[in-house]
Structure formats: C-alpha cells, structure tokens
C-alpha cells in the first residue's frame, strides 16, 4: 500500500435517478398549498423536482421538520394560529431543531404585523415576500435562489464532514500500529469513512511483475469477510467483483462499480495490494475525492510503516551486535540474547505489561550482560569454581552495564540500564549488587533475570553441559520465592510449552 494511482475506473452502472428538493409549505389557508403545488407542478432545479409537504399550523410545521430534516426550503405565512406564529416558527427551527442549512423564505399577506426591516433584522430567515408580489414567475426565481443557496450550504458542509471524517480516519491509520494489524486498521476505517457495515478486505497480490496472478490471497479481512481469511478472494467473491480485481491489478487503478470498491495499491518495493469494499452504494464525485485523500494518506502511512520498521530492525541488529560483543568474549551463542529478548517479551505480556513496553523489553533485555565487556577474559571464562575475589569482580559486570547504558536518552537503552543493574537482584534479598528484594526490584529485572536463567540452564557453556527439561524446570521450582518472582515462575508454568517452543525455534 505505498504509492497510488490516481487513476480511477468506473463499471458500467445503471444511471440512478436523484432525490426531489423537500419543500415545505407552512400555511393556515388550504387555497395557498393549493396554489403552489400547481405554481410548482413542473419545477426542476439541478435535474431534480419538488416534493412539496404541507403544514397548516407552526407546531405540524415543526413536527414535519423534525422528521424531514433534508428540507431544503420553507415557504412560511407569518399570522396562523397567532399574530407570530411564523416568527416564532422562525427561532424553534433554528433554535429548538438547530437546523442551520433550511431556506426560510416568509411570505405575509399582512406585512404591517410583520415589517420587513425589522423581521430581516431579528430573525433568522433568508427571504421576506408579500403574497401579493409573488406571482408564478418570481415565486421560481425565489425558489430558485434558496434552493441554490441551499445547495452549496450542504455542499460545503458535506466537504467539511467529509475531510474531518478523513483526518480522523487517516490519523488512525498513522498511528503507531505493529505491521500485521495496519491493513485490519486501514479497511476498518475505510468501512467507516463510507459508511459500510458489512466490512472489507485486503488480497495480497503474489505475482508483483504484472502477470495476473491465479489467485489473490486475502490478507486480511473484517466484518462479514472475517471468514474468508487465509482464502481466495477470487474463489469466495462473486464473478463480477473477481473482474473487477483482475481489473484493478491489471491496470494498476481502482474500479469503481455500482455495489462494490477496488482499491489498487503499490509500494517503492513493488509490491501490490488490492483493498474490496462490498455494499457501496452511492458514492458522489465529493466521495470519490474524499477516498483518494484517505488512500493517499494510507500509501504514505504504509511507506513510512515500511521505514519504520527498517529502522527497528537495525536498531535490533545494533542491539544484537552489542550484545554479541560481550557474548563473544564468553564464548555464549548468539542465539541466547536473542532468545532472552523474545522470552522476556513474552513474560511481559503474559504478566500484563503494555505492547509497547514488551516491544521494549525485547530489544533491552538482549543487552542485560553487556558489562561483561569490562571483565577480563581469565575471569570471564574460567571453565571452574570463581575465587572469592574473582567473584567480586565478575559481579562488576551489573554495574559497568548500567554505566554503559545509563548514558544514552533512549527510552530502550535506559530500561536495558535498569535490567543490567537489577537481572541479579534475588526475589528474597540476597543478590547483588544493591541487594533489592521483592516488588521494589524492577519488573524487567525480574522477567529478565527469570528468562536469562531459564535459556543459560538449557545452554551448552563452557563450564557446563545443557540440562534437561525436567531439571531447569526443577531448578526453577525451587528457586521460586527464592531467586525467582513467583508470579513470574507461575507464569512460565503455565505457558510452559510455549516457552520451550520459542527455544526451539532458535537453537544455539
């Protein structure tokens, strides 16, 4: 989804007549409604006729509004049931209803109870006509006007609606969304910038050199089309919408067609993507420009997803070739900082840490022996028993990490910082090199000090050969409440083959 094709294709679709103009015609005398509707028989404004609706009283006036709420004009007698019941028509429309967008043009037969200058002045209405002035010509060029004027009211409004709708739904689209959820967010708004409740889809397209493919994957899907995930759109849409996604592909442009969308995507990769949206009915030329502002807007947001994570994942190279420099020097495989990222990751999110914490805490925990650079190598890989003064200096690795580290403004490096000082805090006081016990050793610690155990316990090292499942889990039963924060252990139990299976995917 990156550059668009503004390029647009339309399915031949039947010519759909448009809606009349409501007028509305607000009277106490049943020969004026009479009158007009044969004035106005024939009108037509913009390739539209009338339909005229009658009221014979201002509170009938107001209930016909209030259900009819696209009345594009109101022909309105000022002296009804009252001397002012038109001008108090006049604030209930605008006030009580806070309908902005109808015409009011007034028509009085007595203009003494009602001046013009002063009901111009005070009330909100668009027109003021004597009844004996508006002859059969100037009670169309009347109307000519208002509806006119009515017209590029709602336009404009339509287009102000319409971009606040796009604004919200692309800044939906912008924010930050892991990769495998951004299509899902893009056709769930889409549905909602066109008002679509059965949902859309998204099929990837497999062949990017511009043969058509056999068949177009669906990469993701909502609403109805949920259950055709991990299918064929060409094998699961009817036959006109499988050519219209042929079409899209093969010219590289959206289809539009009278019950359905296609929209064709490609990003500076060259890879192609092909959004449907089903039971579209209706779109206008203000819809079709809206849409290609919110497909822009996606091509630009799936571009910078694309940078985005490229930049994530040299940052996680960066991590892991730091990490590798003072692996290197202990002879550790390069798998075990990795797989410690990814487990405790995994504890994060099973103890209930928010995603981006996790994120975090897969690119930090990798980093939680770098101080091991500042050992030297006799200590550092000494295949027996450390001495007590050994001890002492090996223990300095926790305190050079976090030196390391602490420096940088990286929210990523400075959690990385905290897991270096505190990955050797015991749950029970007893680790070092602060001797922090309980809840007030920090929960990346904690997780992390559990998954650097787990992995070390089940790695070959150069003082020891690899344990068996049965013993690390047995070790780590022992040390719950000991070593180990419980809840973390519990846990780990718990999800205990998941865990194990991450392992496995990255041997040493």
């Not at 206008?284 to 994942?313: M, T």
């Amino acid at each position: 989804m990156g550059v668009l094709d503004d390029s647009l294709v339309f399915a031949d679709e039947p010519v759909r007549a448009l809606p009349p103009w409501k007028v509305l015609v607000v009277d106490d005398e049943p020969e004026v409604h009479n009158v007009t509707r044969l004035v106005l028989g024939n009108f037509r404004f913009a390739e539209r006729p009338l339909e005229l609706l009658s009221a014979f009283s201002s509170e009938e006036a107001l209930g016909l509004l209030s259900h009819h709420d696209d009345t594009a004009v109101v022909l309105l007698d000022v002296v009804m049931e009252s001397e002012q019941a038109g001008l108090d028509l006049v604030r209930s429309i605008r006030g009580r209803l806070g309908n902005q967008f109808v015409r009011i043009v007034l028509r009085t037969g007595q203009p003494g109870q009602a001046p013009e200058h002063e009901v111009i002045a005070a009330y909100d209405i668009n027109d003021y006509k004597e009844k004996t002035e508006l002859t059969a010509q100037k009670l169309a060029t009347t109307l000519y006007a208002a509806l006119r004027a009515y017209r590029d009211m709602r336009t404009i409004e339509a287009n102000r609606r319409g971009l606040e709708n796009v604004i919200r739904a692309s800044g939906q689209v912008f924010a930050h969304q892991p990769p495998q959820q951004f299509a899902s967010v893009v056709l769930t708004e889409l549905a909602g910038l066109l008002g679509v409740t059965n949902g859309a889809l998204c099929c990837s397209v497999a062949h990017p050199d511009g043969t058509l493919p056999e068949h177009f994957p669906i990469a993701a899907a909502s609403g109805d089309y949920a259950r055709y995930l991990e299918g064929n759109a060409d094998e699961q849409l009817p036959d006109h919408v499988v050519q219209s996604l042929r079409q899209a592909y093969l010219r590289k442009q959206h289809v539009f067609g009278d019950d359905h969308y296609v929209l064709h995507f490609r990003d500076s990769n060259a890879a192609e993507a092909l959004l449907y949206v089903g039971e579209a009915h209706g779109l206008d030329q203000l819809g079709h420009r809206l849409l290609q502002v919110f497909c822009s807007n996606v091509a630009i947001a799936h571009e910078n997803l694309h940078l985005n994570q490229e930049l994530l994942d040299s940052q996680l190279d960066m991590v892991y070739l730091l990490a590798g420099a003072a692996e290197s020097r202990s002879r550790e495989t390069a798998n075990h900082v990795r797989r410690v990222g990814l487990l405790a990751a995994m504890l994060g999110r099973l103890y209930g840490l928010d995603e981006k914490t996790c994120e975090q805490l897969n690119y930090a925990a990798p980093l939680h022996d770098i101080g091991k650079i500042g050992i030297p190598d006799a200590i550092l890989n000494k295949p027996g028993a450390h001495t007590p003064e050994e001890t002492v200096v090996m223990r300095t690795h926790a305190e050079i990490g976090a030196r390391l580290l602490s420096g940088s403004r990286r929210p990523v490096f400075r959690l990385a910082a905290d897991i270096a000082i505190s990955h050797h805090e015991n749950w029970d006081g007893s680790g070092y090199p602060r001797g922090l016990d309980g809840t007030a050793i920090p929960i990346a610690g904690r997780i992390t000090a559990l998954a650097d155990v787990f992995d070390a316990l089940g790695s070959k090292r150069c003082y020891k050969d690899a344990w068996p499942e049965a013993e690390i889990r047995a070790f780590i039963a022992g040390q719950r409440g000991i070593k180990f924060d419980p809840g973390l252990v519990d846990l780990l139990f718990e999800n205990w083959d998941g865990v194990v299976g991450l392992r496995r995917q990255l041997p040493d």
